[in-house]
């Protein structure tokens, strides 16, 4: 604006001295006129430097105050700005916590998708076993060959084994892949009929078949192998036909709830040769059924000629009478018959087999024929309630185990014609103070692996022919005592 003003200014003089030096003489300017003229000039010069400087002036306070207000609002702005900034961190803090919360969802909403995955992976992994199971029971055969010539059919619960001839042997370790062909479906197994024609049941046939409740067994079958019905523990009942005559090792272990076995010959019972102890259907202390009648006390028909191993083993029989046909009682025929309490050997019997009386912890008296010349190992192990045994004349050796254990057995009766007692044939036998004997010669005669009074803390008492020996007078005719002879006899106080 200043500049303007001066341009103006300079433009007015300049058209005054043009008019002046090109005026008209008649109108020329005095010197006078000049002077007032330059006058005049010099103070519009003046003028107009005073205003010059005080619109410079005013410019000068303008440009300060724009400059101040510029920086009033420079500061406005940066407060603005830092204003702003708070804002902006704020919305960042905000946008922070926002993003964390987002992360935690998403880390959350990941977690559950995994579980879900996994949810849905178990589900699907149990629904490929249940498939699998499903299918499994789907292909399990429910028919084919046992046999040569025999087959079987499973159907509604019910087995039917038919054909002619000996049915295969299985194992339970599949060995060779060799279980029995229904094996797979052994538990939906209620029943199982074993038709005419079939000769044997062989071994592991129907192992573990839990569910089987009956069974139907034809005369046509002589043999029942090792551990047929092994673990079938809801089988309540079986019938035995007179044509079987040998069963097999465990045949019946584990048939926990076997409590009725059916026979309708006697004879026939006992000339079967059973493998075992578990053998026998009898074993767990079943009930045995002659012709539906159940039997406690037992008469063995004279046409039986010995008493066959393991046959009435473990059964619920409580008195027994032997025939005179009877020769012999085989290894653990009456073993574990707790409830037995009397039994009458005839004369006739010749051997007494190892453990053939084990365990009967009823029986109170036995008599022992004078026919027999042995007496087994273990023969009447465990009898816990005999009191007093006499052992005839005829016996020469008395074995191990023989009386082990017979904790209520007072006294004895040994003959001149023993000639060893066995390692422990004595032993627990902790009452057993009294020994009767005929002759000292002969008692010093006997190999003692084990001497009677080793188990009576010294309360030994030795008879001879009834009397007490206190004072023992050994007899010329005896060159050697044999280890034990007297050991534990604390009666004796003689000399040799």
Known sequence: MRKNRKRLLAGLLCAVVLMADFAPVGVRVSAAEQEAGQSAESELWSETDDRGTEESAAETRIEESATEEKEDGTGTEASAVEEKEDETGTETSKEAETESESTVKSTETDTEDVETEDNSLTETETEVDTESAELAEEEAPTSGTCGANLTWKLEDGTLTISGTGAME????????????PWHDNRD?????????????????????????????ISDSVTYIGSYAFSGCTSLTGIAISNSVTRIGNGAFLGCSS?????????????????????????SGG???????????????????????SYVFCGSSLTSIIIPDSVTSIDKCAFEGCSGLTSITIPDSVTSIGDGAFY????????????????????????????????????VTSIDKDAFKDCNSLTSITIPDSVTSIGSDAFSYCNNLTNVYISSIESWCNIEFYSAPFSSSNGRGKLYLNGNLVENLIIPNSVTEIKDGAFYGCSSITGEL
């Open 169 to 180: 042997d299985y194992n339970y370790y599949n060995y060779n892949n060799y279980y029995s």
């Open 188 to 216: 939906k197994i209620n029943q199982i009929v074993v038709c005419n024609g079939v000769t044997s049941i062989g071994n592991y046939a129907f192992y573990y078949c839990s569910s089987l409740t009956e069974i139907t």
């Open 258 to 282: 076997l409590t009725g076995v059916y026979i309708s010959s006697i004879e026939s019972w006992c000339n079967i040769a059973f493998g075992a102890n578990y053998a026998n259907p009898l």
């Open 286 to 308: 079943t009930n045995l059924y002659v012709n539906e009648n159940l039997v406690k006390d037992l008469i063995i028909p004279d046409s039986v000629t010995s008493i066959a």
């Open 359 to 394: 365990g009967c912890s009823s029986l109170t008296e036995i008599t022992i024929p004078n026919g027999v010349t042995s007496i087994g190992s273990g023969a009447f192990y465990g009898c816990s309630s005999l009191t007093e045994i006499t052992i005839p004349n005829g």
